[in-house]
């Protein structure tokens, strides 16, 4: 089974600081990669995804992340953080076997953007 | 077009009774998942449903159970609650079972509180 690892569970930055999470994952075929951001008191809310093609993808509010097959990650990046950027981020993966739309979900990612 | 709707919003039940809790997907998608959100466990997969047939599902007990109907909209029902049972309930649809494309769009949750 497919499984989801996020390395940083809290995160504090300042404003304007760079952000990277990290999120690798455990399976050997083809995948489909998402990041889920979920602010406070409202509901997941999708950032960006990876189905096929070039393994940069650019996201809502200035994200991107980068598809890494040979290292399993697919890491996600902002070049500098807002307040409004506090939120907890979820990496997921779905895999390609005509499974249906079974997401595995990392631990999830606690940031906290300080003024 | 209407995100994916989740009623009721917030549940309080006591161990030992059953509760039912509903999802309308977006207008147009056939499949619907169900989540489980705890502190403890993260975002845990339920089960999916495609064209009433559940097509996925989790490492759940058998107290746990679904069903979709004809227009999609699907229900999941806990029997003989436990206090571990509560959790926020998510329920995301998505327009493909599967593919290469098959995002998922998620409801506001249902949050549940086993006394």
């Known amino acids: 089974a497919q499984s989801v690892s996020q390395h940083n569970h809290h995160v504090i930055l300042s404003e304007a600081a760079s952000l990277e999470l990290g999120c690798n994952y455990s399976y050997g075929g083809t995948v489909n990669l998402f990041w889920y951001v979920q602010y406070p008191g409202q509901h997941l809310q999708l950032l960006l995804k990876y189905f096929s093609g070039d393994p940069l993808v650019k996201g809502i509010k200035g994200f991107e992340a980068e598809f890494i097959k040979s290292k399993f990650s697919f890491n996600l990046r902002k070049p500098s953080v807002q307040w409004s950027d506090t939120a907890e981020y979820f990496c997921?993966?779905?895999?390609?076997?005509?499974?249906?739309?079974?997401?595995?979900f990392g631990t999830g990612t606690q940031l906290k953007v300080e003024l | 077009k209407a995100g994916v709707t989740q009623t009721p919003r917030y549940l309080i039940k006591t161990r030992g009774q059953q509760v039912t809790l509903s999802c309308s997907p977006i207008?147009?998608?056939?499949?619907v998942s169900w989540y489980q959100q705890t502190p403890g466990q993260g975002l845990q997969f339920l089960f999916e449903?495609?064209?009433?047939?559940?097509?996925n599902k989790g490492n759940f007990p058998g107290r746990f159970s679904g069903r979709q109907f004809s227009n999609s909209r699907s229900e999941m029902n806990v029997s003989t609650l436990e206090l571990g049972d509560s959790a926020l309930y998510l329920c995301a649809s998505s327009f493909t079972v599967s593919g290469s494309y098959n995002e998922q769009f998620f409801g506001p949750g249902t949050r549940l509180t086993v006394l």
């Open positions: 997921a993966v779905s895999i390609l076997t005509g499974g249906g739309n079974k997401l595995t």
């Open positions: 207008s147009g998608h056939r499949s």
């Open positions: 449903y495609f064209s009433e047939t559940q097509r």
